[in-house]
């Protein structure tokens, strides 16, 4: 059972516009929610994070926006650049479930388009 | 530098032949984890440590085991490998007074078992 989606399996965007990727989640236990990004032959890079006791959080041209009722978080990048070209995933975890585990989503291919 | 580095990066072996999978950071880092990538299933938590001798299971442990005799290693062990192990799977840490889950990843090893 996916606790974590991201329906999107891949996503192109020309550069200079805004890039949105999205992710649900199921477990309403989720209050911490975080973005990784990853390059080919690379581990995942930690981007961006939120706890559920926010709506937005902001960090240069990364953007996280959590909605809790709906159990959505989107991830948005502004203004996209060609560096921007990796597989999104985003994770999350729940405090009664011990602070270290982690649930990842199955990823989004970011391309931006020069 | 700081790092996580995993060894091998490529391995391919037989059915029952026990490996190791090395890891070790260099940030004297508390806590450790194991993740497989899958194509369709993302990053799934094998086994993850908050301290020596402190481990604990992920949500995919059957098959391995890992142990923490010092700080900095955290070998990821398979007993007996079996096709289904075949599998990226990388290791990261990350310091108990980071943000939560800000971890570090290493490079990964892509593991093939025939």
């Known amino acids: 059972d996916q606790q974590v989606k991201q329906n999107s399996p891949s996503l192109s965007v020309q550069e200079g516009r805004i890039s949105i990727l999205n992710c649900d989640y199921t477990?309403?236990?989720?209050?911490?929610f975080l973005w990784y990004k990853k390059y080919p032959a690379e581990g995942p890079t930690f981007l961006i994070s939120i706890s559920s006791i926010k709506d937005k959080n902001e960090d240069g041209r990364f953007t996280v926006f959590l909605n809790k009722s709906a159990k959505h978080l989107s991830l948005h990048i502004v203004p996209s650049q060609p560096g921007d070209s990796a597989v999104y995933f985003c994770?999350?975890?729940?405090?009664?479930?011990?602070?270290?585990?982690?649930?990842f989503g199955t990823g989004t291919r970011l391309t931006i388009i020069p | 530098e700081a790092q996580v580095t995993q060894n091998p990066r490529y391995l391919i072996t037989v059915t029952g032949k026990k490996l190791t999978v090395t890891c070790s950071q260099n940030?004297?880092?508390?806590?450790m984890s194991w993740y497989r990538q899958d194509p369709g299933l993302g990053l799934r938590q094998i086994y993850y440590s908050m301290n020596v001798e402190v481990t604990d299971k992920g949500d995919v442990p059957e098959g391995y085991k890992v142990s923490r005799k010092e700080k900095r290693n955290f070998p990821l062990i398979l007993e007996s490998p079996s096709p289904n192990q075949t599998s990226l799977y990388f290791c990261?840490?990350?310091?108990?007074?980071?943000?939560?889950?800000?971890?570090?990843f290493g490079s990964g090893t892509r593991l093939t078992v025939v």
């Open positions: 994770a999350a975890s729940g405090i009664n479930f011990g602070n270290e585990k982690l649930t």
């Open positions: 990261a840490s990350r310091n108990r007074w980071q943000s939560r889950h800000g971890y570090t």
């Open positions: 940030m004297n880092h508390e806590y």
């Open positions: 477990n309403s236990m989720f209050d911490y």
